[in-house]
């Protein structure tokens, strides 16, 4: 794996808090361009994995689940409406 010539930017390491070199970048704020990429694929199937698994699913749960309160909470009280 080949560093990439251009650093990342990190702020602990510019504030010297993870570095004692002078200029504040160490080895841990360079990336290679092979892991940059590989990040970023993870990165969009974990999107896409939101948007078109996790986030429908969750909705259909939330209204479903508030649906059934609604209808167990009718079917003890009664429908709405005045007295009959």
Same mark, same amino acid.
Do not use: N
């Given at each position: 794996? =080949?560093?990439?010539? $251009?650093?990342?930017? &990190? /702020?602990?390491?510019? #504030?010297?808090?993870?570095?004692? #070199?002078?200029? !504040?970048?160490?080895? $841990?704020?360079?990336?290679?361009?092979?892991?940059?990429?590989?990040?970023? !694929?993870?990165?969009?199937? @974990?999107? @896409?994995?939101?948007?078109? &698994?996790?986030? /429908?699913?969750?909705? =259909?749960?939330?209204? !479903?689940?508030?649906?059934?309160? *609604?209808?167990?909470? #009718?079917? =003890? *009280?009664?429908?709405?409406?005045?007295? =009959?």
């Amino acid at each position: 794996m =080949v560093a990439d010539a $251009t650093p990342r930017f &990190c /702020p602990y390491e510019m #504030q010297g808090l993870g570095s004692s #070199q002078p200029h !504040g970048w160490s080895l $841990t704020t360079m990336i290679s361009d092979a892991g940059y990429k590989a990040d970023k !694929g993870k990165e969009t199937r @974990l999107f @896409l994995f939101l948007v078109i &698994c996790l986030f /429908p699913l969750l909705s =259909v749960a939330i209204v !479903g689940g508030y649906g059934f309160l *609604v209808w167990m909470y #009718q079917l =003890v *009280v009664g429908p709405p409406g005045p007295p =009959v």
